[in-house]
């Protein structure tokens, strides 16, 4: 007879359940966050046992790596597309851990995709990249509005990152604001260096540069854009379809219909953010240096709002990335954009 196990993880503690073939548990436990606890509970059970679904929470990386390495077959549990189930007066972390048992044994449980470990630190290292990033450009908006506020200028980002410390100082008289934009100057310059850093070891760390060149290919999508695009899909394979793809990258509408009526809305934030970010940065970057996505996005805008039209662009060079990730074909403006 099978088994089947779930783990609701928590970020002290996991809530251990095992379920047999006919539904009934036979385990419910809490145990603290270490893996030698959770085997051990676990252990009895390993001979029948189908699987160990584990709720991906923001700390599943050495849950699921230990069960691996132990041989258990893990399945990562894609949270955002978990039925509930609304029969139940009260509910816990037991019953959700049963929960996710049982939809295991009924073969219905919405699985995610384990990130390859040897590259799972490169692709993390990269989502840090963004927001040291957005910090640096806070830092940024800050030393301009301090400007504009003490001398009625308007410096661009770019006369700011030419400016040096003494030439900063003589922008403020007073004593306490100079002070105050050296710090924000000096912290920026601080990040700069750090962000550049990092940008060397991901490129240095990179499985498949042959893959970025293909991708730079595209209009819009230059070295870091294209590294983003290439960790955070991870092997192309796992995309059935390039409607899948587009999905994942969030370029897909997110409604309800019903009788063709609008009902709602789905899951908007059902998809991977960062690739979100990569590919609309690159269509805003398209419209204004490529002329045939710069026509095709005025054909669109005219009788589309703004951001749709670019969306829609960016829709455009995401499913152009599928193919050439699959296909191993170069970009085709006029396939994309003809």
């Keep these: 007879m099978s088994l089947y196990a779930a783990i609701d993880l928590h970020s002290t503690n996991s809530v251990l359940a095992v379920m047999d073939a006919d539904g009934k548990p036979l385990l419910q436990c809490r145990r603290p966050n ?47 597309a978990i039925p509930q189930y609304d029969g139940l007066k009260h509910g ?22 384990i990130y390859p470990r040897e590259q799972r630190a ?23 509005s301090s400007v504009s506020r003490c001398s009625g200028r308007c410096l661009s980002s770019n006369a700011i990152r030419q400016l040096t410390a003494a030439q900063l100082e003589s922008l403020f008289p007073d004593l306490a604001t100079r002070y105050g934009v050296l710090v924000q100057f000096r912290l920026w310059l601080t990040l700069q260096e750090q962000i550049a850093a990092l ?62 009526k609008r009902k709602g809305h789905g899951n908007r934030k059902c998809g991977n953010r960062y690739l979100c970010w990569a590919y609309m940065e690159a269509a805003h970057h398209a419209t204004r240096h490529s002329a045939p996505v710069r026509r095709w996005y005025e054909r669109k805008r005219a009788r589309k709002h703004r951001v749709v039209a670019i969306k829609a662009v960016a829709h455009k060079l995401a499913r152009a990335s599928y193919y050439m990730l699959r296909e191993g074909t170069p970009f085709d403006p006029k396939r994309a954009f003809g």
């Design 34 to 80: 270490a893996l030698p606890g959770i085997l051990a509970e676990l252990e009895p059970f390993r001979p029948q046992l189908a699987g160990v679904a584990v709720e991906s929470t923001y700390n599943w990386y050495w849950l699921v790596d230990g069960l691996m390495d132990h041989g258990y077959a893990v399945h990562l549990v894609n949270t955002t």
């Design 92 to 113: 816990d972390d037991h019953t959700d851990a049963l929960h996710l048992a049982q939809l295991m044994r009924l073969g219905l449980l919405p699985e995610g995709y």
């Design 122 to 144: 490169t692709r993390d290292l990269l989502r840090r990249r963004f927001t040291l990033v957005r910090q640096a450009v806070q830092l940024m908006l800050m030393i301009q």
């Design 199 to 260: 940008e060397r070891w991901v490129r240095k760390d990179l499985a498949r540069p042959d893959l970025l060149l293909r991708l730079q290919s595209v209009p819009g999508i230059g070295p870091i854009l294209g590294t983003t695009i290439l960790l955070e899909t991870g092997a192309i394979e796992r995309f059935a379809s390039v409607g899948d793809y587009a999905s994942y990258c969030r370029m897909v509408e997110s409604v309800r219909l019903s009788n063709g």
